[in-house]
């Protein structure tokens, strides 16, 4: 085994996040799917390691720092002088669910070399996270990092989650998109998500397109109403537990750490995952589940220690 286990690829950005109501004071939060997906991972106890480019800035500082502290691996990190990446929310609408207006142009995110094309050595699984997966030089990266996956035996998860602001015209997104989710064991999408790959066309039916591509295991979340796992002989369901929300920022997040963590643990990443059985997979979304709602409790991506769930 390495030092990490699951590799994870995606954007680091820095969220600014409005505390008040008018968007007048705002507070500068470390994000990115691909940075809220390791560390998820790491607070549910696997070991994870990060890839990307990040700044040497002050923002890119924070989140070495964090890396550190968290005990997420950081050997695969690209140092850039560029500035770091932002998204500025927009104050939250009704159910916390967050605005992003991305700026990428640049910076530290735009970097042609700063992800990795090969799996280090012992890795079980590679996840590759968002637009940071899908477009530009980091998602030709990525494809041929999802290729040095497969050969070495390695599992891959890709989290969708669109951001339409930082996608090319839709026709052309839907077949970045698919590409990269042929590419894929496990596939998570939200609902919205799914609205806007498909409109009008039920979570089922995308699950068997995305089935017919090569993908295993779908995952579409749900918000409030939980998850359901489309597997290829069954759909698995988990309910949500019931929360106060503050804002859902890093919620998908949270819920594909919270799954690929608990598979991790039963051995059924990389080569152990043709073995996974209807409880492993339950067991997953069930905790993914808990602890995606548990997040919406707190500002910004700020998943639980596996301790205190």
Not at 140 to 153: H, N, Q, T
Request: glycine letters at 12%; a negative charge; charged letters at 20%.
């Amino acid at each position: 085994m390495s030092a990490a286990d699951i590799l994870v690829v995606g954007e680091a950005i820095g969220d600014f996040i409005p505390r008040d109501a008018e968007g007048r004071l705002y507070e500068a939060v470390l994000g990115g799917s691909g940075f809220n997906a390791a560390l998820a991972l790491a607070r549910f106890g696997a070991r994870p390691a990060y890839a990307g480019a990040l700044s040497t800035d002050a923002l890119g500082r924070r989140f070495r720092d964090a890396l550190r502290r968290e005990g997420i691996g950081a050997a695969q990190i690209h140092d850039s002088r560029l500035p770091s990446a932002v998204a500025i929310v927009a104050p939250l609408g009704p159910g916390g669910v967050p605005e992003f207006a991305l700026y990428l142009d640049g910076t530290a995110h735009a970097e042609p070399e700063g992800t990795p094309r090969h799996m280090p050595p012992g890795a079980a699984h590679l996840h590759a996270a968002s637009f940071g997966a899908t477009v530009g030089a980091s998602a030709e990266a990525v494809a041929a990092l999802a290729a040095s996956a497969r050969a070495a035996g390695a599992t891959m998860s890709y989290d969708v989650n669109i951001r339409a602001s930082v996608l090319p015209e839709r026709g052309r997104a839907l077949a970045l998109i698919e590409a990269r989710i042929a590419q894929a064991d496990i596939v998570k999408a939200s609902l919205d998500d799914l609205a806007w790959l498909y409109p009008g066309e039920s979570a089922e039916t995308t699950a068997q397109r995305w089935h017919a591509l090569g993908a295993r295991l779908v995952l579409v979340t749900q918000g409030p109403d939980g998850a359901i796992c489309y597997g290829p002989k069954e759909a698995l369901a988990a309910a949500a537990p019931p929360v106060t929300v503050v804002d859902t920022v890093g919620a998908g997040d949270t819920f594909i750490g919270g799954f690929l963590a608990v598979l991790a643990a039963r051995g059924r990443l990389g080569r152990g995952f043709t073995d996974a059985l209807r409880d492993d997979l339950q067991a997953a979304l069930a905790f993914a589940c808990a602890v995606a709602a548990d997040t919406c409790t707190r500002p910004g991506c700020d998943p639980p220690r596996r301790t205190a769930i």
